[in-house]
């Protein structure tokens, strides 16, 4: 069996309590920012750091943006190996989620984008047919320009969940309440599913939910910026805990399935769960025979919802089409983006016009193909090296881990990336990963990437971040080839 490692170090009383403190304070900063100069519905569009600083209130937004994500990064990071107990965990990610729940939408504009898909819906358009613009919504105004004219890119039940929000909320302030509301649901879906996980996996709780619910990006784009991955998280969660807990049993397994047919219904990305999931459905060592059977029983209950809320939608699979338009936005925060735009570069030093950024970003899709394989080749041979039946821990550790590097990748490899993405691995790695730093600091380091209103730095250093991305993806790519390729722990086995 492998070794879980050694637990994390209590962490000392004083700097507990001065963590929670420095937390909150810096999340009612957040709050502050959002009420001065957040993502308003009639604040100026393509707004610079320049433009915001002579803003009235401007540098007061900027002042308390900036010292309250330092305050909430640094909370969060001085933590990272666990918080003093789970319901410690808790009350602190609660308490700094507080200010930002009241708060106006913050860090990002997409929770307008939302409104008005799924005012499209309910007044009889098909959002995956026609834009929003098209559609004569109200509300367009507020709609990040970007997102005006191309298709909804979400799966039909967030359609159906942003078509209730604007029912029930009647107005744009009640369906952003709502909307959020419907986030909210699926944090506290994913903060009851994160312990059970934890013990599975043989990680402590108490480490596994401070680094999921306590970070700066759940906070700022999934409370206050009501962002639909909290939806999916809660639903993915939910179904790998069952998963976990009720190997080989055809009725756990088929709502288990349910749960992530519904999370891939909500944002596509949740799709490489799957093979994973299925390795976690076994019980006892797994082979071709009980792939089949109980990962069967698994894709029934994907399948089952994928059909049945498309069906009720009305609007059948017109839902797939609309992904590929998620690509519309070129950033260099997306490492083949980033690669792209330096080629490009240099082939205009040439007199030259390479047109490289679509190139290397399918490029990308096919390697992030490859590796998801590999990732789960990997994970198979982990688990069947064994004569006789992996112990659970080791089979829910490698599933998870497994699970966490596959949505790594996905983040790392897909043509775009906002900073919110980092939140899909952050919450698999808490619960699975030995080590923390490596996948701690990427999400802290997204958490200063947008501004209150929404204005997303990196589009101010195109070309600088392009050759700063460009230089880490071969360092990464140099280190990776000079050294033998190791997964990290517990794909490694021999060690106790």
Not at 155 to 168: D, I, N
Not at 172 to 187: E, F, S
Not at 448 to 477: E, H, I, Q, S, Y
């Amino acid at each position: 069996m492998t070794a879980p490692g050694p637990p994390p170090p209590d962490a000392p009383p004083r700097v507990a309590g001065a963590a929670r403190y420095a937390g909150l304070a810096g999340a009612a900063l957040l709050a502050v920012a959002a009420h001065l100069g957040g993502a308003l519905p009639d604040a100026p569009l393509g707004a610079t750091p320049e433009s915001i600083w002579r803003a009235p209130g401007g540098p007061a937004t900027l002042v308390c943006w900036l010292v309250g994500t330092v305050l909430l990064v640094g909370a969060w990071w001085s933590l990272r190996g666990g918080a003093p107990s789970t319901r410690w965990a808790y009350v602190t990610a609660g308490l700094w989620a507080l200010p930002l729940l009241v708060a106006p939408p913050l860090g990002s504009r997409d929770v307008y984008s939302y409104a008005c898909q799924g005012w499209t819906y309910a007044h009889g358009v098909d959002p995956y047919a026609v834009p929003v613009a098209a559609a004569g919504c109200p509300w367009l105004d507020a709609v990040a320009p970007i997102w005006r004219d191309t298709p909804a890119p979400y799966g039909p039940v967030f359609v159906l969940l942003a078509a209730l929000a604007v029912t029930l909320g009647g107005g744009l302030t009640g369906t952003i309440v709502a909307l959020r509301l419907c986030a909210v649901a699926g944090l506290l879906l994913a903060a009851f599913c994160l312990p059970g996980l934890a013990r599975a996996a043989g990680v402590p709780a108490r480490r596994a939910t401070w680094l999921a619910l306590a970070g700066p990006l759940v906070g700022v784009h999934l409370v206050a910026g009501a962002h639909n991955d909290a939806v999916m998280l809660g639903l993915l969660l939910a179904g790998l805990l069952i998963v976990v807990r009720r190997p080989g049993r055809p009725s756990a397994l088929l709502v288990a399935g349910v749960l992530l047919g519904l999370a891939v219904t909500v944002k596509a990305s949740a799709v490489v769960v799957l093979p994973f999931a299925a390795l976690a459905a076994v019980r006892g060592r797994p082979t071709v025979r009980a792939l089949l059977r109980d990962g069967g029983w698994l894709a029934g209950g994907v399948l089952a919802a994928l059909l049945v809320t498309s069906a009720l939608s009305g609007l059948g699979l017109g839902w797939v089409g609309g992904l590929t338009r998620s690509g519309d936005s070129e950033q260099w925060t997306s490492p083949p983006t980033a690669v792209g735009f330096v080629v490009d570069y240099a082939g205009a030093l040439a007199g030259r016009d390479p047109q490289a950024v679509p190139v290397l970003r399918a490029v990308a899709l096919l390697l992030l193909a490859v590796l998801l394989a590999l990732l789960w080749w990997r994970a198979w041979g982990a688990l069947r090296r064994r004569d006789d039946a992996p112990d659970r821990i080791e089979v829910c550790r490698v599933v998870l881990l497994g699970t966490g590097l596959a949505l790594a990748a996905t983040v790392a490899l897909s043509p775009v990336f906002y900073p919110w993405y980092a939140t899909w691995p952050l919450a698999l790695l808490a619960v699975a990963a030995t080590r923390t730093t490596w996948f701690v600091l990427p999400a802290a380091v997204a958490a200063f990437l947008t501004l209150p209103d929404g204005t997303n730095l990196a589009r101010f250093a195109k070309g600088p971040g392009a050759v700063a991305m460009t230089a880490l993806v071969l360092v990464l790519l140099v280190v990776r080839l000079t050294h033998r390729p190791r997964l990290p722990r517990p794909f490694d086995r021999g060690r106790s």
